[in-house]
């Protein structure tokens, strides 16, 4: 089965620590993304990977950290830096982000983490 | 400066009838738009795309319509159905090629 998973489902933690989400996916996709969604609000781009070992920062990234060492894997940090990390956060890979094909940009989503911190 | 937005936050369809959600975007460059999909708990999950040179594409079901005149794009749903209730997206390819989506309109399905 291929697929993208994010674990834990829901995760809690105290102000002041940082946590890691796990995102790993076996499609094979180049391109890896985390996005914020918050209540009633679309998704805001965290950071995002075309390749391996390579990583760019989103619209929101303060707070955030990532690495890409394999392709299959994207963690995010959320540091306690991030000064309202509660949210819902999801994970998305795709083909690749332009090229030949128009749906290289078609994004796969894993069922997401929801973090609370207290 | 770029946007993609939604005119209604909240739809609510009879059982049956057809679903129309729209979506305003504001950069005439943007050339490649999608709508996804979110049921409550869920990740979005992909329904259909559609790219500037084309003003209609159909898949099961769902139609998305471009109006690249007055920068429109909405997605029709025919004979809504009550797994049909979530949350819709749309979203556009932007000038640095990442995907930008609006804030969603909520489907609620009525019986």
């Known amino acids: 089965d291929g697929g993208i998973t994010q674990s834990p489902k829901y995760l809690f933690r105290k102000e002041g620590q940082n946590v890691t989400l796990s995102c790993e996916q076996n499609?094979?996709?180049?391109?890896m993304y985390w996005y914020r969604q918050d209540p009633g609000q679309g998704l805001r781009l965290i950071y995002y990977s075309q390749i391996v070992n390579d990583f760019q920062k989103g619209d929101i990234a303060e707070g955030y950290s990532v690495s890409r060492e394999k392709k299959e894997s994207f963690p995010l940090t959320v540091t306690s830096a991030q000064k309202n990390p509660t949210a819902f956060y999801l994970c998305?890979?795709?083909?690749?982000?332009?090229?030949?094909?128009?749906?290289?940009?078609?994004?796969?989503f894993g069922p997401g983490t929801r973090l609370t911190v207290t | 400066g770029e946007s993609v937005g939604l005119h209604l936050p909240t739809l609510s369809v009879q059982e049956g009838d057809n679903s129309i959600i729209n979506c305003a975007y504001s950069?005439?460059?943007?050339?490649?738009f999608i709508w996804y999909k979110q049921e409550s708990g869920k990740g979005p999950q992909f329904i259909i795309d559609i790219r500037s040179n084309m003003d209609k594409r159909q898949g099961q079901r769902v139609t998305v319509l471009l109006n690249k005149t007055v920068k429109h794009l909405s997605l029709q749903i025919a004979a809504t159905q009550p797994g049909d209730s979530a949350v819709y997206f749309c979203a556009e390819r932007d000038r640095d090629d990442k995907i930008i989506f609006g804030k969603g309109t909520r489907l609620h399905i009525l019986p």
């Open positions: 499609l094979n996709h180049d391109a």
């Open positions: 998305a890979s795709s083909i690749g982000t332009g090229g030949l094909y128009v749906r290289s940009y078609e994004q796969y």
């Open positions: 950069n005439s460059a943007s050339d490649y």
